[in-house]
């Protein structure tokens, strides 16, 4: 069976996990890869451009949390969720055109803390922004 963008979504949603926040969905974040180990998503660099037409460093980060978050989520499992307590990230190079790639890595996956590693490149596979995000594992509140 070919893992399609739909079948990505429906599991992530069967686990209880909004990958589509109102900002992300704003940015056109899309998901391509999802597992607590590694999470690969992607966001168009037009419409997501500070007044000099470059890539914002501001949607480098929403992208870089995004992805991080979902792999914090599906590390947390069911009946928990992931909120992300700390990021930071360096800006290498802009983008100007095209989309803008995030592979997230666990670095670390406990009961309580997940940490990613995140490599943001473009189109030509050239190192964008290098971030890294920490999300605390909680119960889900009571709906």
Do not use: W
């Amino acid at each position: 069976m070919t893992d399609t963008a739909d079948q990505r979504a429906k599991i992530l949603e069967e686990r209880g996990i909004d990958a589509h926040g109102d900002l992300a969905q704003a940015m056109g974040v899309e998901y391509l890869e999802a597992s607590p180990e590694r999470v690969v998503g992607r966001m168009p660099v037009k419409g997501n451009t500070q007044p000099y037409g470059l890539l914002h460093g501001g949607a480098s980060c929403v992208l870089a949390e995004s992805v991080g978050s979902v792999g914090a989520a599906l590390t947390a499992g069911e009946g928990r969720i992931a909120v992300g307590i700390e990021i930071s990230a360096t800006h290498h190079r802009s983008a100007t055109e095209g989309f803008v790639t995030a592979v997230a890595t666990r670095v670390h996956g406990g009961r309580t803390l997940a940490t990613y590693d995140i490599a943001i490149t473009d189109d030509q596979d050239r190192r964008v922004c290098t971030a890294r995000l920490t999300c605390m594992l909680r119960d889900a509140p009571a709906s």
